[in-house]
């Protein structure tokens, strides 16, 4: 059964404090994601990797890196949270073929206050 | 269009009716379309990634459809059932790793 595993499910941080989430999958993919999804908003691609130590940006990278030190796991970092950082966070990973579906890990919920 | 929009935002419908509910797309740069299921408390999971101009898909009781020349997607629920109670999320892939995704039809069906 393939895999997606986000690290919390739940999260409650500080304003200012640094924030790593961390996604790690089981299925030998070249390519990882990183979203968030707002209520009445899609899911919003924050930054993505298809390949070890490559980085993208997605439409809204501002505040957020990333890291890719090892195939199978891809950080998101939240450098200083701020309030507007609240939001659920979802990883994916899909084959490096352009034309596949994605896997998804079971989300983090973040909340800074 | 440059945004993938869905509607309607949420459907309530009681067990056994059908529904179905719309995906519109970018047409030009068109790659694919997905369709995933989000249940509360899952994962997001595939349900048909779709291609070619009049592609139709099924698995089990829900259909899908394509327009890539006019830009929508049609997903059709027969007979529903409360455990089609999720979130339908819809994405336009235009190529290279740009995927735009809808926000959603959130569908309760009520037994």
């Given at each position: 059964d393939v895999k997606v595993t986000q690290s919390s499910r739940y999260l409650v941080k500080r304003t200012g404090e640094k924030v790593f989430l961390e996604c790690v999958q089981?299925?030998?993919?070249?390519n990882m994601f990183w979203y968030r999804q707002d209520p009445g908003?899609?899911?919003?691609?924050i930054y993505f990797s298809y390949d070890v130590k490559m980085k993208e940006k997605g439409d809204i990278p501002e505040g957020y890196s990333v890291s890719r030190e090892k195939k199978e796991r891809f950080s998101l970092i939240l450098e200083s949270a701020s309030t507007n950082q609240t939001s659920m966070y979802l990883c994916a990973s899909s084959p490096r073929q352009v034309n596949t579906e994605a896997f998804f890990g079971q989300g983090t919920r973040l909340t800074v206050v | 269009i440059l945004n993938v929009e869905q509607s309607p935002q949420s459907l309530h419908v009681q067990e056994g009716d059908s529904t179905n509910f719309t995906c519109s797309f970018?047409?030009?740069?068109?790659?694919a379309l997905h369709w995933y299921r989000w249940e509360t408390a899952k994962s997001p999971e595939a349900l048909f990634v779709m291609t070619l101009n009049g592609d139709e898909k099924k698995k089990g009781r829900i259909s899908a459809t394509l327009n890539t020349k006019e830009g929508y997607s049609y997903l059709y629920i027969k007979?529903?059932?409360?455990?089609?109670?999720a979130t339908y999320l819809c994405a336009s892939h235009t190529g290279g790793f740009k995927t735009i995704f809808g926000a959603g039809t959130r569908l309760f069906v009520k037994a």
């Amino acid at each position: 059964d393939v895999k997606v595993t986000q690290s919390s499910r739940y999260l409650v941080k500080r304003t200012g404090e640094k924030v790593f989430l961390e996604c790690v999958q089981d299925m030998d993919h070249e390519n990882m994601f990183w979203y968030r999804q707002d209520p009445g908003l899609g899911l919003r691609l924050i930054y993505f990797s298809y390949d070890v130590k490559m980085k993208e940006k997605g439409d809204i990278p501002e505040g957020y890196s990333v890291s890719r030190e090892k195939k199978e796991r891809f950080s998101l970092i939240l450098e200083s949270a701020s309030t507007n950082q609240t939001s659920m966070y979802l990883c994916a990973s899909s084959p490096r073929q352009v034309n596949t579906e994605a896997f998804f890990g079971q989300g983090t919920r973040l909340t800074v206050v | 269009i440059l945004n993938v929009e869905q509607s309607p935002q949420s459907l309530h419908v009681q067990e056994g009716d059908s529904t179905n509910f719309t995906c519109s797309f970018p047409s030009s740069n068109f790659y694919a379309l997905h369709w995933y299921r989000w249940e509360t408390a899952k994962s997001p999971e595939a349900l048909f990634v779709m291609t070619l101009n009049g592609d139709e898909k099924k698995k089990g009781r829900i259909s899908a459809t394509l327009n890539t020349k006019e830009g929508y997607s049609y997903l059709y629920i027969k007979g529903s059932q409360p455990e089609d109670s999720a979130t339908y999320l819809c994405a336009s892939h235009t190529g290279g790793f740009k995927t735009i995704f809808g926000a959603g039809t959130r569908l309760f069906v009520k037994a």
